[in-house]
């Protein structure tokens, strides 16, 4: 019986530590393998490749927005990083567009524009738009280098 109890506190103990987000914290004051910011960077490239996976299915629409979705997130939070933290989603890429920050804003706008119209279920949506906005979604990614140096 005391074996059993014993087991549970330890189990207890261990779930504790790893759902409280303490090492979170101590994984994001380092840098990781690819040279991104600890958690932000894994939960970005996790979502990522959630995204990537995803657009492999080419039979389901609803993969594809899904997929979007991912990625706009991404991107999204990428804005964030690089200090648009207090603005919206519009104004974060109007303002960089302005700024001429990055090349490859218009083609994000493009995508940014074809997961709007993938949203509306009423307009026709193909898998190969999906692809191109994916890619330009990549793109974006890559110049910002949230996800770190070497991982796109």
């Known amino acids: 019986v005391s074996f059993a109890v ?3 506190l330890i189990g ?3 779930y504790a530590v790893t759902n409280s987000g303490y090492l979170d914290f101590r994984s994001d004051l380092r840098r990781d393998f690819w ?6 960077a894994k939960k970005m490239r996790r979502k990522w490749k959630s995204a990537v996976n995803r657009m492999q299915n080419r039979a389901s629409r609803a993969e594809w ?3 979007m979705k991912d990625a706009e997130s991404v991107a999204q939070e ?5 200090g648009y933290s207090a603005l919206n989603d519009d104004d974060r890429s109007r303002i960089a567009y302005e700024a001429n920050e990055y090349t490859t804003l218009p083609e994000l706008k493009e995508a940014q524009t074809a997961y709007q119209k993938a949203k509306n279920d009423g307009t ?3 898998h190969e738009e999906a692809v191109v906005a994916l890619r330009a979604y990549k793109k974006f990614i890559r110049e910002t280098g949230i996800l ?3 991982y796109l």
């Open 148 to 150: 770190g140096a070497g």
């Open 12 to 14: 207890g103990i261990f």
């Open 78 to 82: 990428a804005f964030r990083i690089k």
């Open 35 to 40: 040279g991104g910011k600890g958690i932000v």
């Open 124 to 126: 026709p949506f193909t």
């Open 65 to 67: 927005i899904a997929a």
């Open 6 to 8: 014993c087991a549970l």
